[in-house]
Each structure stands twice: as C-alpha cells, then as structure tokens.
C-alpha cells in the first residue's frame, strides 16, 4: 500500500492560508491522493481529491507536485471552524476494493 | 441532499449481547463501507459492499462481526456477543460506485460502549 507521511500537529491564524504537507513517495501512477478532514464527534469529511493535476472546490486546493510523490492541501482562509484533524490518503485497490487507509493525520488548530 | 444515516447514534449494551448498527446511504450510492475508530486509534477498514456483494470483508476482525445489505441500499452491521474490545465508533461511508475517483461520505457513526 502507498503509505503517506504527515506532520502530527500545525498551526494557524484564523484568516490566514493553512498549508498542510503530505509526502506519498512510493504513490502508483493510477492512485488518487485523497484529502479528509475529522471534527470531534464527527464522521470524517471529504474534502478534494486528484491524480496528477492541481485542484480546487469550495472548500480547498490540492496542489500535487509533478512527481507526485507530495501533495499540499490549502486552505484558504481558514477560520476557527477548520480545527480538526486532517487525513491524506492515497486510494488504494485491493481485490476491487477501494477502501480508505487512514493514517494518523495532522491535527490543525486555528488561533484567533 | 440527505446524507449517510447512521443509527442508533450511541448504544450501550452488555457484554455478552448481541447489537445491530444501521447504515442508510445516500441514496443511489452502490457502494457501501463500513468502517470503525476506537478511542485514540485511526479508522479500520472493516467490509465493503458493491451492491449486495461484499468482496472484500477482509477486515472484519472475527466471525462474530458479520454484515449484510438488501436490496442496494441499507446495511446492517451485526456483532455478537460483544466483548469490551467492541467498544468503538462504527463509521458507514458510501459512494457513487466504488470506482478509485469516487469519494466517500460518511455518516456520523454509533458510538458503542460495552459494559
């Protein structure tokens, strides 16, 4: 399985860009990097994905470099609602089975 | 739209018994997983389900965990007699197809406590 590596903790001020690193150095051609977030109490939420392109929702940008062996997930502006911790995976297919391999994530605190 | 449901949202049983845990997807999704956290822990992989077929049950974590899907929609996870190692949330995610572009979306998870 592509295993990726995150810092265990950031931090922030509220209404600045929060960059979150992800390193997938062992990633295949065909896997996806995927971006979760989870808020106490919560479900994990999904927040963007991609293959080889940068992307961007309402949400977030996902910048994948060209090697794609690390990605950076921004956060624009991020506010005191965006502390939660943030999980990069990469899509695995087993057997047909894509299931998500959840790591041990960055958690983000936003400072006001 | 509606998303994943979940229920009960908190059970507490005694070990021993047998419980059963509720997963309503979204609605058109052909794929279902269950998934589970315990305190402190990530998330475990459990069972996926393509429609009612389960090919990859490969992280139930023994023969007392079982689960099943009707119709292409609700699934039901049951666990008999419960240990207190059970005690976790139990996460439900579904997707549109199980496709590697596919995201899930999870539910909010029963949180099971075993006494």
């Known amino acids: 399985d592509a295993k990726t590596t995150q810092p265990t903790s950031m931090d922030c001020a509220e209404g600045r860009a929060a960059n979150l690193p992800c390193n997938h150095s062992?990633?295949?051609?065909?896997?996806?990097v995927y971006w979760y977030r989870q808020i106490h109490s919560q479900g994990p939420q999904y927040i963007i994905h991609?293959?080889?392109n940068n992307e961007t929702n309402e949400m977030a940008s996902l910048i994948i470099t060209e090697d794609r062996k690390s990605s950076t997930l921004i956060l624009p502006h991020a506010t005191l609602r965006d502390t939660a911790v943030y999980y990069c995976i990469v899509r695995v297919t087993v057997d047909s089975s894509y299931k998500l391999i959840f790591g041990s994530g960055t958690r983000l605190l936003v400072r006001p | 739209g509606a998303g994943v449901s979940q229920s009960p949202s908190n059970k507490v049983t005694e070990k021993g018994k047998d419980v059963e845990l509720r997963c309503d997807p979204i609605s058109g999704h052909t794929a279902l997983y269950w998934y589970r956290q315990s305190l402190g822990q990530g998330l475990e992989f459990l069972i996926y389900f393509q429609g009612n077929s389960a090919p990859d049950k490969s992280g139930l974590p023994s023969d007392r965990f079982s689960a099943e899907r009707t119709g292409g929609s609700v699934s039901t996870l049951t666990i008999q007699r419960t240990q207190q190692e059970d005690s976790a949330v139990y996460l439900c995610?579904?997707?549109f197809g199980g496709g590697r572009n596919q995201p899930q979306h999870f539910g909010d998870g029963t949180r099971l406590s075993i006494l």
């Open positions: 062992t990633i295949s051609g065909n896997e996806y």
């Open positions: 991609g293959l080889k």
């Open positions: 995610a579904s997707s």
